[in-house]
């Protein structure tokens, strides 16, 4: 498999597998975690099946508004969600695709393997995101849910 247009986070995260599900499976959780502070979520809609919505809305301190919406498209309860902006709803194609992300939790000493993988439709999407700060904002993300996981 060709990972040169990959971006990837793994981690051990001190948290339950099943509590970090539940913050990736459940609106009311997602919002908690899932942007980089100081921005915040407002909206998460979610629904858990392939070819479901995944929206989020995304609000930076200066008024910045990001709407994302895509669709799922592999869910294995506790263990893999994969979700792309390929598509807005169902199977209706979007504009620009940018990214597919496959997040997968499993069993580790000390905690749950987290691993965040963003796989890009080109070099140039892939290089466009790591310049925006992939590495450093999703970090920061991934011990936000680690933080809200833990405290469930």
Same mark, same amino acid.
């Given at each position: ?32 975690? #899932? ?7 407002? @909206? *998460?809609?979610?629904?858990? &099946?392939?070819?479901? !919505? ?43 695709? #940018? ?7 499993? @069993? *580790?000493?000390?905690?749950? &393997?987290?691993?965040? !993988? ?35």
């Amino acid at each position: 498999m060709d990972t040169s247009r990959d971006l990837v986070i793994e981690r051990i995260l001190k948290a339950p597998r099943a509590a970090l599900w539940r913050c990736w499976s459940e609106p009311d959780l997602l919002r908690r975690w #899932f942007c980089p502070e100081p921005w915040r979520v407002s @909206e *998460a809609q979610m629904e858990l &099946r392939p070819g479901g !919505r995944f929206r989020t809305v995304m609000n930076g301190p200066n008024g910045e508004v990001v709407d994302s919406t895509g669709v799922y498209l592999d869910v294995v309860a506790g263990e893999r969600l994969v979700f792309t902006d390929a598509f807005v709803k169902a199977w209706e194609p979007s504009q620009k695709p #940018f990214m597919t992300a496959t997040i997968t939790l499993a @069993e *580790a000493a000390g905690g749950t &393997r987290y691993v965040a !993988r963003a796989a890009h439709w080109s070099e140039a999407d892939r290089k466009a995101h790591e310049d925006m700060g992939f590495m450093e904002g999703w970090g920061k993300v991934a011990g936000q849910l680690e933080a809200v996981a833990a405290s469930l």
